[in-house]
């Protein structure tokens, strides 16, 4: 007999959707999921089957027919569960651009849950009962803690250097070494920035030298600006020359141009950990007009970009229309208020996350490591676990340079490759990102919070089921 025959006569045998719709657990999947999200479902069921029915396989068929209510009930949640995912980040990459960058708080987190539910000051000034400023809420906070006379807060950084270029150099040149044309996370390149933001791009010097005569042999009637970008994520190492912040300050000053440093981090002071990141504090005492900096990477909050400096600066970029589109949301603000009073009280190496993990020696990390290991032995007894020396990131394009030391718990399982396993956790949930290298999966606790790690130990039991 022909195939498609028999397949023709085999769909016969399948429900129609108004069929499917009518059954007793699907009736109460529409009370859960809605009517039409569950009817999406057993369009998508019915279509496989049918896909099963067509190539003839009878026996295929009728399990499909079997478990239509099942396969609608798993479709729907599936269609329902939130894209954004909770991940234990084993990687030990501080600032993992692509999981979330730096986590919040709990003291944060908890004040974007306060504010987010209800209605907020946000425009409103509770003294006089007239608008207020959203602008207005961090500044005061933002000058305080780094010298500044005023700040503003974007999107992210991008969006503050944007700011700042179309407000201050559209239609003129912005000097900037070549040395610094740097590409950042793919989609953020200097030269695209410049180019959105109005500006004609003046390079100076060479990719590994530049001079402070190279930038005074480049002003002239058509600067609007003096750029310093910070090379996050790479070093040029060798033969190298770059001038003194002092004589940039003195050059822009004498040629009555601004001076922006686009920092990138958001180390606000000095660190000995992270000897050659620059510090904001440090460039606007220095007398650098506007620096902009991420509030997600060492500042340790939430997606945000810094703009402070002088005054007639950074209103002149408020003033901007553009400022529109890329202010902040009453989360944001929430969130990046918290970890900003976290950094004024002298206790963001123990408050902030990130600083937190950043500043874990081996030794501490050697101990958790010791007492995750011991935990599988009696959890997980299929694996085999051992202790390595290695090396963190800071992550987030700063630092690159800089190896923490750490202790990687090197997990290996007897019918499932380093590969396999690192899938089976990414599957879970909460899914667990770790390192594959040395044939084995590698955990790194640097980045894992100590409260998740009875859900990484139960992960690792139900990984390679
Ligand atoms: C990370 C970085 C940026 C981009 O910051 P976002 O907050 O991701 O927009 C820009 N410049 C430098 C120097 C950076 O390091």
Redesign the pocket.
Known sequence: MPKGRAGGELLRRLPSVDQVLEGSSVRELCVRHGRAAVRRAVRETLAAARGIGRAGDEAGLEAAVAAIPAEVARRAARAAAPSLRRVINATGVVVHTNLGRAPLSEAAARRVAELAAGYSNLEYDLGSGRRGLREAHLEARLGALLGAEAALVAN????A?LLAVDTLAAGREVLISRGEL?E??GS?RIPDVLQKGGARLREVGTTNRTRIGDYEAAVGPESGLLLR??R??FEIVGFTASPRLGDLVELAGRAGIPFVE????GLLEPSPLLPREPAARTSLEAGVDLVTF?G??LLGGP?A?VAAGRRHVVDAMRRNPLYRALRVDKMTLAALDAVLVDHASGEAAARVPALRMLALDAEALRSRSAGLATALETGAPELVVELRAGRSAVG???APAVELPTVLVAVRHPDCSPDALARSLRAGDPAVAARVGEGALLLDLRTVDPGEEPALIRALRLACP
Request: hydrophobic share 35%.
């Open positions: 992210n950084n991008a969006a250097l740097v950042i996370g953020f970008v910070h996050s994520n686009d920092l990138g981090s991420s997600d990477k997606q970009g987030g394009g700063a």
